[in-house]
């Protein structure tokens, strides 16, 4: 089973250098807080925050501030009353992006969002002018060193998953978004680890860019993007250059 794009073309991963940590760790950190005001403090009865959990551990996000942002969100302090916003646009050449984020100001983020879009020939658009050239799946990765491929396969699709492909032994497992709990809960259950488990807008087709200005101009706008506190991930339909 095969998906249309390569999972390593789609995921822009944030990077792990000093000068970047203190901003992941920010944005993994909201995304806990919200997680823990809209389900609670348990992960193991709140999905969302044991994803959020999982992910700030694969970004090795020290346990004290996981901790700190799960009291955060379940104390009463404004502090913290972040909400959700998606805003779609256009990059160069076509490029469609959906740009998710965890503010508490929608009119400074809307408008750093749109500086971005702007500053680099981009464009950002209206509700709904993307969104239809990407579908929310989940996902979840598990190393393949030491496992046997065909019955992780296996494991997967008796699970629920929906599709399941290999990529420089790492098994990209795919699952419908009403699915997803089940599926990561299961493998879970079968003491399987995941470098990845998390919802996605993963796009039906990608789209090359031909032009070389305008493919610096691209990764700057994604840069800009992924540099922003309020921005939790980039999502594009740009089929990427492999040394890019």
Same mark, same amino acid.
């Given at each position: 089973?095969?998906?249309?794009? !390569?999972?390593?073309?789609?995921?822009?991963?944030?990077?792990?250098? @000093?000068?970047?940590?203190?901003?992941?760790?920010?944005?993994?950190?909201?995304?806990?807080?919200?997680?823990?005001?809209?389900?609670?403090?348990?992960?193991?009865?709140?999905?969302?925050?044991?994803?959020?959990?999982?992910?700030?551990?694969?970004?090795?996000?020290?346990? $004290?501030?996981?901790?700190?942002?799960?009291?955060?969100?379940?104390?009463?302090?404004?502090?913290?009353?972040?909400?959700?916003?998606?805003?779609?646009?256009?990059?160069?050449?076509?490029?469609?992006?959906?740009?998710?984020?965890?503010?508490?100001?929608?009119?400074? *983020?809307?408008?750093?969002?749109? #500086?971005?879009?702007?500053?680099?020939?981009?464009?950002?658009?209206?509700?709904?002018? &993307?969104?239809?050239?990407?579908?929310?799946?989940?996902?979840?990765? &598990?190393?393949?060193?030491?496992?046997?491929?065909?019955?992780?396969?296996?494991?997967?699709? @008796?699970?629920?998953?929906? $599709?399941?492909?290999?990529?420089?032994?790492?098994?990209?497992?795919? *699952?419908?978004?009403?699915?997803?709990? !089940?599926?990561? @809960? $299961?493998?879970?259950?079968?003491?399987?680890?995941?470098?990845?488990?998390?919802?996605?807008?993963?796009?039906?087709? *990608?789209?090359?860019?031909?032009?070389?200005?305008?493919? !610096?101009?691209?990764? !700057?706008?994604?840069?800009?993007?992924?540099?922003?506190?309020?921005?939790?991930?980039?999502? #594009?339909?740009?089929?990427?250059?492999?040394?890019?």
């Amino acid at each position: 089973m095969s998906g249309h794009n !390569k999972w390593s073309s789609i995921k822009n991963k944030k990077g792990k250098e @000093d000068a970047k940590r203190g901003k992941v760790f920010t944005k993994l950190s909201r995304a806990i807080i919200v997680a823990v005001r809209e389900g609670g403090e348990d992960p193991e009865y709140n999905p969302s925050l044991k994803s959020a959990i999982e992910k700030a551990k694969a970004e090795n996000m020290p346990n $004290d501030n996981i901790e700190r942002a799960i009291k955060k969100g379940s104390g009463d302090s404004e502090q913290g009353a972040y909400e959700e916003v998606l805003y779609e646009g256009y990059g160069l050449e076509g490029v469609a992006l959906m740009v998710s984020c965890l503010t508490d100001n929608r009119n400074r *983020t809307a408008s750093e969002v749109r #500086h971005a879009f702007d500053k680099f020939g981009g464009n950002l658009g209206q509700d709904g002018s &993307v969104a239809f050239m990407f579908e929310r799946k989940g996902v979840l990765t &598990v190393s393949l060193e030491g496992k046997d491929e065909d019955e992780v396969m296996l494991d997967a699709l @008796d699970a629920g998953a929906d $599709d399941f492909e290999v990529e420089d032994d790492v098994a990209v497992i795919k *699952t419908s978004l009403s699915n997803f709990s !089940k599926v990561r @809960d $299961d493998l879970l259950g079968r003491e399987y680890n995941f470098e990845t488990a998390d919802l996605f807008y993963l796009p039906l087709n *990608t789209t090359k860019i031909t032009k070389e200005e305008n493919i !610096k101009n691209m990764m !700057k706008i994604i840069d800009m993007l992924e540099d922003n506190d309020d921005v939790q991930d980039v999502y #594009h339909n740009w089929e990427m250059p492999e040394e890019d």
